[in-house]
């Protein structure tokens, strides 16, 4: 299937209901190529128990497909996540931007209070008052986890860049990299 993933702004592993199927999270969804030659895109967007806005609108599909190509067989794909808390998440694949959401949240799929606890119990949600109470929170921060869903997958040169700091170029720890501001970390002579 190469079925796999990256969850940003996941909840922690002890905090996961012990029989629940995936954390609350926002997947990165990585597929590789079927054997039957069908296009498939990688760098998708999958949502256990959360939602995104596309377009101003809170889009409560499980998975969102990317613009990203099909990538056959067994080869390194770099991909980056551009992750700015609640406002927006980007996607890249090989240099090129993929996909591109806003507002990740809590509630849908397995998580919505519109289910009136259907669903609940099969993916092993046992807390799920807590969860109905949460819909609608967006997500500003979480753990990252690594998935491997239905096959064996290599991850490497992981890296974390921190986007938010100094913007004043008069500041010793200013970085021109930094997308968000955040001066009051400013440090002068």
């Known amino acids: 299937m190469r079925n796999s993933g990256v969850m940003v702004h996941s909840k922690s592993a002890e905090s996961n209901s012990y029989a629940q199927d995936f954390p609350v999270s926002v997947e990165i969804q990585l597929l590789g190529g079927l054997s039957n030659g069908e296009e498939r895109t990688t760098a998708n967007v999958c949502t256990p128990g959360t939602a995104v806005e596309i377009n101003g609108e809170v889009n409560y599909e499980h998975c969102i497909n990317s613009t990203s190509k099909t990538y056959d067989g067994d080869q390194w794909v770099h991909v980056e996540a551009i992750v700015l808390g609640d406002e927006?998440?980007?996607?890249?694949?090989?240099?090129?931007?993929?996909?591109?959401?806003?507002?990740?949240?809590?509630?849908?799929?397995?998580?919505?209070?519109?289910?009136?606890?259907?669903?609940?119990d099969d993916f092993g949600v046992e807390n799920k008052q807590e969860w109905i109470d949460k819909e609608g929170t967006t997500l500003k921060?979480?753990?990252?986890?690594?998935?491997?869903?239905?096959?064996?997958?290599?991850?490497?040169?992981?890296?974390?860049?921190?986007?938010?700091?100094?913007?004043?170029?008069?500041?010793?720890?200013?970085?021109?990299?930094?997308?968000?501001?955040n001066n009051p970390t400013c440090i002068y002579e």
């Open 88 to 120: 927006s998440i980007t996607h890249i694949v090989e240099g090129d931007t993929v996909l591109i959401y806003q507002k990740p949240q809590v509630g849908g799929g397995y998580i919505s209070k519109d289910l009136e606890g259907k669903d609940w």
């Open 141 to 181: 921060e979480g753990y990252i986890a690594l998935q491997a869903e239905s096959h064996p997958i290599d991850f490497k040169n992981i890296k974390l860049l921190n986007l938010c700091g100094c913007k004043d170029p008069k500041a010793k720890n200013y970085k021109a990299y930094y997308i968000k501001e």
